[in-house]
């Protein structure tokens, strides 16, 4: 049973271009939360979804950040138009049910460098 | 005020000594807690769950207080192993539960 997979591991992208980041939850789960850790920082969340809705987007940047989950295939976290701000790692979880009483799994993340 | 709040540390200790780390949270509706570990350059994970009884697992304890609303983890017999960052986490409601983290606790245990 494999875990959550993200790919890529490293992503190199220059100014301006566009980043997308895919997650693919482990087999049973159909919740997904995305996370950003810069360096030398916690954790931030910043969107929460289930197969084909976005749940919570509440730490989400307004401008440049989408996320999807279809109801086919894996998330995706989509950066338009990087800048060097969006460089870190970005982490994916997944649940089989809401978190209220259980903990949720993580991928080995991407690591965005934006040149 | 800070949801998650941890000591980011370090702390530096020998190995077999005890140490401990505790973590205040604001939300009192809080439902769910646990303590993860992150390795250097790599994801979280699971360290333990913490109840409301408080739980051990081996070298581990893990205790929660809801009235003050902190939660802590107790080391023993430190091992070099150890050194990582703990991450205290609070599953919070918020119209969903979102895993909501402190910024981490390092850890470096030496000979």
């Known amino acids: 049973n494999a875990g959550v997979m993200q790919n890529p591991r490293h992503l190199v992208r220059r100014r301006g271009q566009e980043a997308r980041l895919r997650c693919s939850p482990m087999?049973?789960?159909?919740?997904v939360y995305w996370y950003r850790q810069l360096p030398e920082e916690g954790l931030k969340f910043m969107v929460y979804?289930?197969?084909?809705?976005?749940?919570?987007e509440s730490g989400m940047p307004k401008e440049r950040f989408s996320a999807e989950f279809p109801k086919e295939g894996p998330s995706i976290l989509r950066i338009q138009q990087v800048v060097r701000g969006d460089s870190a790692a970005y982490f994916c979880?997944?649940?089989?049910?809401?978190?209220?009483?259980?903990?949720?799994?993580f991928g080995q993340g991407t690591r965005l460098t934006v040149v | 005020r800070k949801e998650v709040e941890q000591d980011p540390g370090p702390f530096n200790v020998p190995e077999g000594a005890t140490v401990a780390f505790n973590c205040t949270y604001s939300?009192?509706?809080?439902?769910?807690f646990f303590w993860y570990r992150q390795d250097c350059r790599k994801e979280p994970k699971l360290l333990m769950s913490?109840?409301?009884s408080g739980n051990e697992d081996g070298r581990f304890t893990a205790q929660l207080n809801r009235a003050s609303q902190y939660i802590s983890l107790l080391i023993r017999d430190s091992k070099l192993s150890d050194s990582a960052t703990y991450l205290c986490?609070?599953?919070?409601?918020?119209?969903?539960?979102?895993?909501?983290f402190g910024r981490g606790t390092s850890l470096i245990v030496h000979p």
């Open positions: 979880a997944s649940s089989p049910q809401n978190l209220q009483d259980t903990e949720a799994f």
């Open positions: 087999k049973g789960h159909s919740h």
């Open positions: 979804l289930q197969k084909e809705n976005i749940i919570d």
């Open positions: 939300n009192s509706a809080s439902q769910s």
């Open positions: 913490v109840y409301s």
């Open positions: 986490v609070v599953n919070s409601p918020g119209g969903s539960y979102i895993p909501t």
